[in-house]
């Protein structure tokens, strides 16, 4: 994982220059926000050049990229804070973004799909394995919405039929 956003642009820069959904209106949007909420980070004269539609979007993208990384981490931080205010999508595919979900992440994963495979060839009638169907439905805490209905209402079908 990144230690700071100027490391987390770094690893992005390439991926941002070359991802067709940062178009030109997005870049607009972004510079108008690092340029009015923070004119701290983008300067108006700055903003007047990376709006410049004559020259090319990746031109432009990649120069206001190089000026945040030399401007350091608090320019890095709102840049990267515009961006998921304006694309939250883009922001979550970020290389970045993707890295961070650490070991935990796949043990967590893991240890859910053991759990339910466990479950689901126990014998029923095991005292332990029905107070975990009790517990089935708490464990869709944290997943995806198809994920949460799927175990709720099994939850529900079991503690029907007991």
Not at 22 to 38: G, M, P
Not at 99 to 121: D, E, H, K, T
Request: aromatic share 10%; charged share 25%.
């Amino acid at each position: 994982m990144s230690d700071t956003y100027c490391d987390q642009l770094e690893q992005d820069t390439w991926f941002l220059t070359n991802d067709h959904r940062l178009s030109a209106q997005l870049l607009e949007k972004l510079v108008l926000q690092l340029n009015r909420i923070y004119p701290n980070v983008l300067s108006d004269k700055e903003a007047q050049k990376f709006r410049d539609v004559k020259v090319p979007t990746k031109t432009r993208l990649a120069d206001l990229l190089s000026t945040l990384k030399g401007k350091g981490e608090e320019a890095c931080h709102e840049f990267y804070r515009a961006l998921h205010i304006h694309t939250e999508q883009l922001y979550i595919s970020l290389p970045s973004r993707k890295s961070q979900r650490g070991p935990v992440f796949f043990i967590i994963c893991f240890s859910v799909v053991a759990g339910l495979a466990l479950y689901y060839y126990s014998n029923e009638e095991d005292k332990a394995i029905g107070d975990a169907k009790k517990i089935l439905g708490f464990t869709s805490i944290g997943l995806s919405r198809r994920v949460k209905a799927m175990l709720i209402s099994y939850a529900e079908v079991q503690s029907k039929n007991q």
